[in-house]
């Protein structure tokens, strides 16, 4: 079988491109690599850097994409104007059959609009979520929505929990993973009106929904799956990220055992970055402060992500849902 | 002047009566003390219990509140039942004038109602909001709503600003103390929809508004008062009890100056319970899980905002607000 190969925006996030182009050369290095690289960005450029890192295997193929997208510029305009930027190209790759998953730590908004206008949803599936691979005292716990979405209807957050779920148990090996609804209390009567409607929607899927989940569950890992409104899952995830800068900042020489473990499982540029659920195809938005140890792992878990094949996963289960769902009525 | 009484209701919380009591004769017999301690239960059980704890002074004076409160008892049901439970009697104290403040760790909605029906709500002040002392990266900063209202309008998440600015000024002696909004982005038009109707309001008030806060701007202590709607801010406290716990398990053993540094700020026994801002009184719901040592620093913060004369406050700032909105039109 040949490999795989996973296009790269070679001119996203604030360290692009050196850092981005390094994240490429360190996986294309790593012997237990089974995926190629299709670098997109301005030839020149991503040339001069793979110079630079001293790059001369044939793991990376780089794409010319001229065109350079802000951090800012509304992801419409992006679409429209900026059709031959490493964003864009390395999401019509996919959409091509050449690469199997693109992934750009660039503008996120640009790179959810690409990925939805360029590969589409799953059927059924109304909104894509940004999940996140995230620690807990436990086992990686999957979070989503990480901000995609605002003020989602009841039925979102049970597609999102279904996407999760998926993801879970393709990509994390996880069997009948758990599924929380992070939310204020264990009650089924607790919180805002969405989750209290959510909750009752969960319970009649044939998910493994353990109910309500609240902050402290959370991080003890109570849910392989947890389920929030893209605002309370995006607060979340920065918490989390500033929880480990500041552990890293007071117990930073700290080498126990515990303490190593924790630094490994906390540190966010091991989590693979945001990846899309719900989407025909794989895309993953990746931290924009992302380094190259970040990118490395970006391109391991694209990988990981198409070959276990999670949209076609996420199809085959909303339809045995749609049918069980039918079965009980 | 005589010291001040704070009522305690000595039969809430996990632990109680037990830990309860032993806060409070650990207050009682702090030389720091300016306050007397009205101790609210079935007589004959706290005196056993003070006598377990071999006190003898005066700062204590038991008041027998025999009617038990459950944890899960419907606040109104508490409220029309148990007129002579620790919980309600501490808060009736208040309001004839004989306690200052009033403290409970057990049926947190129940002392919510207990407190809005019985001493009443600032004029102007639309929802009470539950505000905890949290640790960040620099100073303690105060986080509102931490979960006493849910599907909040904008206007009552200005009260909450207007609360927890007044609270951070005339308890935590912070000069003009910033304010945030814990949203998913900085840009004024990000998140859901009350968060942005929000920040328009928050920017007409004459409060030191510093905009949005992301998760990780909150935990390096970017605003001394941090706005969130209940739900959010119910998840975030619990989620910073969560890290607090695993860092300890990881950490534990760690004794640098750094490390010791980190317990104390970061442990939530230190932090006081939850404050409710926008009564007219003084009301606080300590943690369920409160030992001795939360029950001592909830009489002492309780002490210190009764002295401050916290409502008194928020009903001046309400009306300097009215004026300069009137002035600005």
């Known amino acids: ?47 001069e850097e793979l110079k630079k890192n001293d790059y001369s295997g ?48 660039g503008n996120s908004g640009a790179m959810m609009a690409a990925c939805l206008m360029i590969l589409g949803r799953v059927a059924n599936i109304s909104r894509p979520a940004i ?45 009948n993973p758990t599924v929380g609804l992070v939310n204020m209390g264990e009650e089924e009567k607790k919180g805002p009106e969405v989750l209290q409607e959510a909750y009752q929607l969960l319970k009649q899927t044939p998910l493994n929904f353990i109910g309500n989940i609240e902050g402290r ?40 055992e515990k303490a190593k473990e924790f630094d490994l499982l906390w540190d966010y540029r091991n989590h693979g970055g945001g990846l899309l659920l719900g989407l025909n195809g794989v895309g993953i938005i990746t931290h924009g402060r992302a380094d190259h140890i970040a990118i490395r792992h970006s391109l391991f878990t694209a990988c990981k992500f198409a070959r276990a094949g999670v949209p076609a996963k996420i199809a085959e289960k909303l339809s045995a849902i749609k049918v069980s769902t039918e079965h009980t009525h």
């Not at 850092?19 to 190629?36: E, H």
């Open 1 to 47: 079988m040949p490999n795989i190969k996973i296009a790269l925006d070679a001119m996203g996030g604030d360290f692009a491109p050196e850092q981005i182009v390094k994240g490429a050369v360190l996986a294309a290095n790593d012997p237990t690599r089974n995926f190629d690289i299709l670098l997109c960005g301005p030839e020149a450029i991503v040339k």
């Open 58 to 105: 044939d793991a990376i193929t780089v794409i010319d994409a001229p065109d350079l997208v802000a951090m800012d510029e509304p992801p419409t305009q992006v679409l429209k104007t900026k059709p031959k930027s490493g964003l864009v190209t390395c999401v019509a790759l996919q959409k091509q059959g050449i690469a199997a998953a693109s992934i750009s730590a």
């Open 131 to 175: 999940a996140c691979a995230m620690p807990t005292a436990k086992r990686q716990a999957i979070l989503l929505d990480c901000g995609a979405n605002v003020d989602e209807k009841a039925s979102v957050l049970v597609d999102f929990a279904l996407c999760g779920s998926v993801y879970a148990e393709a990509v994390m090996g996880y069997e």
């Open 217 to 256: 569950d959370f991080i003890k890992g109570h849910a392989d799956v947890a389920i929030a409104p893209g605002y309370a899952g995006n607060v979340i995830l920065k918490l989390m990220e500033g929880f480990f800068e500041l552990a890293h900042e007071v117990f930073g020489e700290v080498k126990t």
